[in-house]
């Protein structure tokens, strides 16, 4: 998710745990950055594009890892603040704001490493986009509140903005879930196989769901509306030039994409070099992580990400009310 509805999470979890035994900016202040901290490993140089991607929410967001920095951190914060509330009072606060940043990551389709070390898969459940306005509203509101009020009448409100952010996750894993039945059965009907299909919400809401159908020589794309469900679903299909991936056959970057995007990619020839894109974030033939690879006789060695146009919100916007 992105970094807002991280650091607001953290400082509204705080909150709850810690109530008033300290300062309620002080625990939002404390618990905003231990939400934050897991994506400081943006800043890690892993030396390559495909590297820095797949690198990306790993140690930082395993759960094991976290759990056991946690006391330090308390520890560290107790000292800083100098109260009467020792380290162990910060403890279940602080372990809670830092383990539900890879839990919210996981509900993205990125892919979130937070087996780490019994585990390097990359979970994802893919049920809301990674910048959603309708989780992050009730968390920013709810701490607002509790930052405003005196007395439990604020910390109801933090919980209360909580507990709805928290029931829009459950929504959306439901609503992906129906998404994902009604397009199989169309798909179905039009004699296409389900054996790979992903499912995942468009920008900013959890009401239009695009869906990624593959094939071993291409993918196709389509796009259903909870708000017009039974409208005829159309394929838009592209192909995934699958005898590109085998002449980089045993290649790592390209072997690591494939890896990473659970099978969701597609090649191409660009420029006189091979791409391969990550075919579950971005549409069409323009997608966030697209990676140069160089030839089968001159791989590169040190693969970099080619630009994707970003539309503006008017365009998305625009797109999304004619999907609706």
Do not use: C
């Not at 140089?45 to 930082?60: F, K, P, Q, Y």
């Not at 992050?136 to 509790?146: H, N, S």
């Not at 296409?192 to 959890?206: M, S």
Request: no cysteine; aromatic share 10%; hydrophobic share 45%.
């Amino acid at each position: 998710m992105d970094s807002v509805s991280q650091w607001v999470l953290g400082a509204t979890v705080s909150v709850a745990v810690m109530g008033r035994r300290v300062p309620i900016w002080q625990a939002a202040l404390v618990g905003g950055v231990s939400g934050t901290l897991p994506d400081l490993d943006v800043f890690l140089d892993h030396g390559d594009a495909i590297r820095n991607m797949t690198l990306h929410r790993t140690e930082s967001h395993a759960l094991l890892y976290l759990t056991l920095v946690s006391p330090l951190i308390a520890w560290l914060v107790a000292g800083l603040f100098r109260p009467r509330v020792k380290w162990p009072a910060w403890w279940p606060a602080i372990w809670l704001a830092l383990i539900t940043h890879p839990l919210l990551d996981l509900m993205t389709v990125y892919g979130t490493q937070l087996g780490l070390p019994l585990t390097d898969y990359p979970y994802a459940i893919g049920s809301i986009y990674i910048v959603d306005p309708l989780y992050t509203l009730p968390l920013l509101i709810g701490l607002g509140v509790a930052l405003w009020r005196r007395g439990d009448a604020g910390l109801r409100g933090n919980r209360l903005g909580l507990m709805l952010s928290t029931l829009y996750l459950v929504w959306s894993v439901a609503i992906q879930s129906v998404a994902g039945a009604q397009i199989k059965q169309a798909l179905v009907q039009q004699g296409i196989p389900t054996e790979k299909v992903l499912v995942t919400p468009t920008a900013f809401n959890t009401l239009v769901w695009r869906s990624v159908v593959m094939t071993p020589d291409r993918y196709g794309e389509v796009y259903w509306s909870l708000l017009s469900p039974r409208r005829p679903l159309q394929v838009v299909w592209r192909p995934r030039h699958p005898e590109l991936f085998d002449a980089l056959r045993g290649d790592w970057y390209a072997e690591r994409v494939a890896w990473f995007s659970h099978g969701f990619y597609a090649m191409a020839e660009k420029d006189g070099q091979i791409t391969i894109a990550d075919l579950r974030m971005g549409e069409g033939d323009n997608f966030t992580f697209t990676f140069g690879l160089g030839t089968p006789q001159q791989p590169d060695p040190q693969p970099q990400r080619l630009p994707s146009e970003r539309p503006d919100l008017r365009a998305i916007f625009r797109t999304l009310a004619e999907r609706l």
